[in-house]
């Protein structure tokens, strides 16, 4: 079986065509059928879609990785094209989220929750089913669901925080999943932020799949939000896991891409808007 993955939405351009936006997206085409993990923030999936030929009307089923407006927000576009579709999510996906930001001093509170209410999204198609569990969606493909935190270097981001009845606490972001693909070569695992922890997600799709085998890593990895100690920490971790090509991508940011590509050399590559991985 085939597995083709192309980086449909992301921050920056590495190709000649499409647009770069704060968000991720991956179109992913197997042999028994294709998939959408994510969708970016609204402003490119449709558009980067059609430059880079992969028919969302295509998809067979929708997987978001967490309730952030960057995954979340080009899902209404998607569902204007698709109509009726299976979108797969942790229940937690709906929350009211906060990011409190220091920008010139000054501390700004900006919503960065899904931007559009769950009835609308129905509406257009939406046939939400919820999960918290790992579970085999096809054939071949997994969603690991809730990620237990283990490692004790990997923190939440401190600047996220859930509004409940008008009180904020902080966002551990219990509905951050990734999606995962056993392959011939080896398991793919596609991050949307990593919110959990890049090794926790890795040591949880080794534990729940009996596989240790990575052929690839790939997505936003949230590295560069946090501590350099988190990142130093991290590497030392994936060195140590068998992982054949790493590629990041969005909240991953250059100073954590670039130690990476010092660390793994040819194994790694940017996932720009374009990037293939072919398996
Ligand atoms: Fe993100
Ligand atoms: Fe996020």
Request: charged residues 25%; glycine residues 10%.
């Amino acid at each position: 079986m085939k597995t083709r993955i192309t980086v449909l939405c992301e921050n920056l351009v590495g190709r000649l065509v499409g647009s770069g936006e704060h968000g991720f997206s991956a179109f992913i085409e197997r042999d028994g059928g294709n998939y959408l993990f994510d969708t970016g923030s609204g402003h490119s999936v449709v558009a980067n879609s059609l430059v880079l030929n992969k028919d969302l009307r295509t998809i067979r089923k929708i997987f978001l990785s967490h309730g952030h407006h960057d995954h979340t927000g080009g899902l209404p576009e998607v569902l204007k094209l698709k109509g009726e579709v299976d979108v797969h999510v942790h229940p937690n996906l709906f929350l009211d989220r906060i990011a409190v930001l220091k920008e010139d001093d000054k501390e700004t509170k900006r919503f960065v929750g899904i931007p559009y209410k769950k009835a609308y999204l129905e509406f257009l198609g939406a046939n939400f089913l919820l999960s918290k569990d790992f579970f085999e969606v096809e054939k071949e493909v997994f969603l690991t669901g809730e990620v237990p935190r283990k490692t004790l270097f990997e923190k939440p981001d401190p600047r996220l925080f859930v509004e409940m009845e008008g009180k904020a606490t902080q966002d551990i972001l219990l509905d951050d999943q990734s999606l995962i693909l056993n392959t011939k070569k080896g398991l793919v695992v596609i991050f949307g932020c990593a919110h959990s922890g890049i090794i926790n997600i890795l040591n949880h799709a080794i534990h729940k799949t009996g596989k240790e085998k990575f052929y690839a890593i790939m997505g936003g990895t949230h590295l560069d939000f946090l501590t350099p100690e988190q990142l130093e920490e991290s590497i030392k971790f994936l060195k140590k896991m068998k992982i054949e090509k790493l590629s990041v991508s969005h909240c991953t940011g250059m100073r954590a891409a670039f130690r990476l590509h010092q660390e793994f050399g040819d194994r790694f590559f940017y996932g720009y808007v374009g990037s293939v991985l072919e398996v």
